[in-house]
Each structure stands twice: as structure tokens, then as C-alpha cells.
């Protein structure tokens, strides 16, 4: 009995650390919470160039905090492709809002804001190495296995496809946040490369799991949320918060 009541101890702790971040962020405000997802802010961020200030091919993976109190847990990612000297992207990402569902569509403005929360770059890929991944990313868009499933946790979601995109198009590395949840769903097998590239994720299920990568650090998959530590540029990764430290490599030319 007490070897039970210690490892229910043991098991009631690790829970409370993973929730300790998220909480804080709903404690303090610093996801939005309030108002309602028709009325927040859809502006453009400035990241996207347009053809004019960048003709040559342009591919950009995005990251934004999600709607409402599910922000306070992760981000949603999406993948954005512009042909040379085209004026319109192409966005693919898979959504939730009343079915699940792998949308690509036409955009000027693919940076936009997610309904309120500003995205961050995790990839910008210019020139050559650009127009070589655009055929090969809607090649592997087509070929997702989980078109019309979503599942919040532990995936697949929409980061579930942006990390299996990334890990099917030679070229695309993409270093996600640990607060993008569902990246480490794996939908074959339990070993499969690092989205960062140079490393290995090996997961169960995207509920319990490991990362070791050049970019990504050390990362520990703990019932869907991850916590973890970059030595390569020194930061510390907790659920909920995200990244303490140097701020991550954004993947592509002239890496930054």
C-alpha cells in the first residue's frame, strides 16, 4: 500500500510541475482569455514579404499562441509557400473550428494574426533552397495521413502536420517550440528524425517521448507537454511558458 500511495505521490507531483506553467500563464493574463474569436485582431504581422520586396521563392513556417485558454498550453503552426515573383502564398495547416480539416488556400498575407496573438518565424527559406522544397511541400500536404482528424491532445493536430510536413520535405528544418503539443505524434513507428534535423524524436503515442537534437537540445515529452534544455544556445523549455533563455535558431538562409 504505501509503495501505491508513494507512486501516486510521485505521480500527482510530475502532473502538478507539467500544469505549473500553463497555470501560471492563465494566473498572470498572458494569453487573452476574454472577447470573442470574430472580433480579435487578424492583421497582417509585417513577416510575409510581398513580391515586390522579395521576388525570388519564399517558404515560412509560423507559430502563434491558440484562442482562448488553450493558448495558455500551445501554439498553432502553419506552413506558408510563395513561388518566385508570385503575388499570392499558398497557407496550409489543418484546422477545428467546426470539423477537422487539411486546409490549403491563397493569401497575401499569410502572417497574419491568430486571432489575436502575434506569430513568430520559425523557418524563412529564400531564393534556390525555397523553390526546391514549394513541389515537395504539396506533394507531402497531399500525402498527410490524417486529413480529417484532430485531436487537441496528444495530436495529431495542427502542429502534428507541420512537424510530419517538415520531417517528409529534404531541406525543410524547422526547430518548433515545446509548447506546440503534438509535434512529437508520430504516425508511424515510435523513431522518426528531429524536425530541427540532426537528431531523433522517439515517441509513444505524442503522450511520453524524447528529442535530442543539434537545435532542439534535450527535450522530455511527459504526458503531451514537454519540458527541456538547449545548451547549444542556453535556454530552458517549460510547458506552458515555452522558451527561458536565447531565443531559438529560425531555420533557414543566413540562419538567425
Known amino acids: 500500500m504505501r509503495r501505491i500511495l508513494r507512486l501516486a505521490a510521485g505521480l500527482g507531483l510530475v502532473l502538478a510541475l507539467l500544469l505549473a506553467g500553463p497555470l501560471w500563464m492563465l494566473a498572470t493574463e498572458r494569453v487573452d482569455g476574454g472577447g470573442h474569436w470574430a472580433s480579435a485582431s487578424r492583421e497582417p504581422a509585417g513577416l510575409a514579404p510581398t513580391a515586390a520586396e522579395a521576388p525570388a521563392a519564399v517558404v515560412q513556417v509560423y507559430a502563434a499562441r491558440t484562442w482562448g485558454w488553450r493558448g495558455a498550453f500551445g501554439v498553432h503552426t502553419w506552413i506558408a509557400t510563395r513561388e518566385a515573383g508570385a503575388e499570392a502564398y499558398r497557407l496550409h495547416h489543418v484546422l477545428s473550428w467546426r470539423r477537422p480539416a487539411l486546409v490549403s488556400q491563397s493569401t497575401t498575407t499569410p502572417d497574419r494574426v491568430w486571432y489575436g496573438n ?68 508520430l504516425f508511424d513507428g515510435v523513431l522518426a528524425s528531429a524536425p530541427g534535423g540532426r537528431g531523433t524524436t522517439a515517441s509513444l503515442g505524442g503522450v511520453l517521448g524524447v528529442t535530442l537534437g543539434r537545435d532542439e537540445g534535450l527535450e522530455l515529452n511527459l504526458l503531451g507537454l514537454t519540458l527541456g534544455v538547449d545548451v547549444r544556445r542556453p535556454a530552458l523549455k517549460l510547458p506552458g511558458v515555452g522558451r527561458l533563455g536565447m531565443a531559438a535558431v529560425i531555420k533557414g538562409e543566413g540562419e538567425r
Do not use: C, Q
Not at 139 to 164: E, K, Q
Open 118 to 185: 502575434a506569430p513568430v518565424l520559425l523557418a524563412d527559406y529564400r531564393g534556390e533552397a525555397a523553390a526546391a522544397m514549394i513541389g515537395e511541400i504539396e506533394v507531402a500536404v497531399a500525402a498527410y495521413p490524417a486529413p480529417l482528424r484532430y485531436r487537441a491532445w496528444p495530436g495529431p493536430n495542427s502542429n502534428s502536420f507541420t512537424a510530419w510536413v517538415a520531417r517528409e520535405v529534404p531541406g525543410l528544418e524547422v526547430v518548433f517550440p515545446v509548447t506546440a503539443v503534438g509535434k512529437d505524434y
